[in-house]
């Protein structure tokens, strides 16, 4: 692989990695409601990403403007709809998130997002007539097994899982349907909009700014390094490597969160679960072979 091609990559596994890891700041936020660390998680990065956008990506914003100009009637009304119903599906995404990291379990978080890529491709596969290859229908089957075996053992996480895993799917197949914009854009619009439709339950909650120095030094480490940057290594990855090669690499985020679950915040794993989790794991493994293939052969030419 070329030294271009590995930095892309490289970009890609940081950005997965970091994401591995964030449940430890939303853990020591735990003491704290829900709604209150994603009101300020979002008012943050509202803050940062404009900022970076303003400062690094100006032309881009334009360029992004300029296009919307352009469009019919029809087509940008279909972009909004499409913009506004993303962040709905985005926003309960991070709050069902955070309430499950810090009220039902980290694992719970973790399998949401091993389990999202294949209710994303089976969402494509209904919605947007995606083909999907038998090895992956199968796959598909595995993975529905996993997660009624882990029902089994503890109904109140794996449905706290897909209801996570189901709301990101359904906003990447909305996302996948936006077209002509720049995706760093839309993030920075769909947080706008998200901040607009928090302001008023903001308000009517609101008791008071907190003055703890370790909320605001989480809060500002969820919005920066969280959130905005390995969202703009996503971004810088694309740039070189293929999505498919991306959705790969996105696994690990998972896997390091199952890692961060169990050894750093000693959260028991029992066997029926291990099993369950290893039949996931499979059904990844099995759904993405043909990606897997391919790239192990890029790689030995």
């Known amino acids: 692989m070329s030294s ?19 449940a430890i700041p939303l853990r020591n936020l735990q003491g704290y409601p829900s709604e209150q660390i994603l009101y300020y998680r979002i008012f943050t990065s509202l803050l940062v990403i404009w900022l970076a956008i303003f400062l690094f990506r100006r032309k881009e914003l334009l360029a992004d403007i300029s296009y919307f100009k352009q ?48 209710i994303t491709a089976f969402g494509g596969f209904i919605i947007l007539k995606e083909h999907l290859y038998k090895i992956q229908i199968a796959a598909l089957v595995l993975a529905t097994v996993s997660i009624l075996m882990l029902a089994t053992g503890s109904l109140l996480e794996v449905t706290w899982s897909v209801v996570i895993a189901a709301l990101y799917a359904f906003y990447l197949i909305i996302q996948r349907k936006m077209q002509g914009l720049d995706k760093l854009n839309v993030l920075a619009v769909q947080i706008t909009i998200a901040v607009l439709l928090m302001l008023p339950f903001f308000v009517y909650q609101h008791t008071g700014l907190p003055l703890e120095s370790t909320f605001w030094l989480n809060i500002v480490l969820i919005a920066v390094l969280f959130t905005v940057f390995p969202l703009f290594l996503s971004l810088f990855a694309l740039v070189g490597i293929p999505s498919s090669t991306l959705g790969i690499i996105i696994y690990i985020n998972p896997i390091i969160a199952f890692a961060v679950a169990i050894i750093y915040f000693k959260e028991k794993i029992d066997p029926h679960q291990l099993t369950a989790y290893a039949l996931l794991l499979f059904a990844v493994f099995l759904f993405n072979w043909n990606l897997i293939k391919g790239m192990l052969t890029f790689k030995r030419i």
């Open 4 to 22: 271009d091609k590995t930095k892309y990559l490289a970009s890609g596994v940081f950005a997965a990695v970091i994401w591995g890891f964030f």
């Open 71 to 118: 469009i019919d009637g029809l087509k940008r009304r279909q972009l909004i709809y499409q913009i506004v119903g993303a962040t709905v599906l985005l926003v309960l995404n991070w709050y069902t998130f955070i309430y499950a990291i810090n009220n039902v379990s980290i694992k719970s978080g973790a399998f949401a997002y091993m389990v999202c890529p294949l």
